[in-house]
């Protein structure tokens, strides 16, 4: 059983800056892909970003050239950076492990608001 430890979320002005991070528990990190989705008041979640296990990258059109998933192995850590934020980008944020995911962690509310 995996555990996914999210933290690094918070209330921030538009414009502006916050970086998630994730912990994995156990062995098996660097084997897979690790994903960021979001889930907003009265919406469906969505795929934010996701980094394989060699460090490819995808995001979704809604953030390309705002955020940046990044990992590192020997932390077993996953994050990302969100920059340029925007009041839209309010969500929960998930870490997810596998592509499509076989594990999710609990969630850290970002919101974006001035």
């Known amino acids: 059983q995996v555990q996914l430890a999210e933290s690094g979320g918070g209330l921030v002005q538009p414009g502006g800056s916050l970086r998630l991070s994730c912990v994995a528990s156990g062995s098996i990190f660097r084997f897979y892909a690790m994903g960021w989705y979001r889930q907003a008041p009265g919406k469906q979640r969505e795929l934010v970003a996701v980094?394989?296990?060699?460090?490819?990258?995808n995001y979704s059109d809604s953030v390309k050239g705002r955020f940046t998933i990044s990992r590192d192995n020997a932390k077993k850590t996953v994050y990302l950076q969100m920059n340029s934020l925007k009041p839209e980008d309010t969500a929960v944020y998930y870490c997810t492990l596998g592509h499509p995911p076989k594990y999710w962690g609990q969630g850290t509310q970002v919101t974006v608001s001035s």
């Open positions: 980094i394989t296990s060699g460090g490819n990258t």
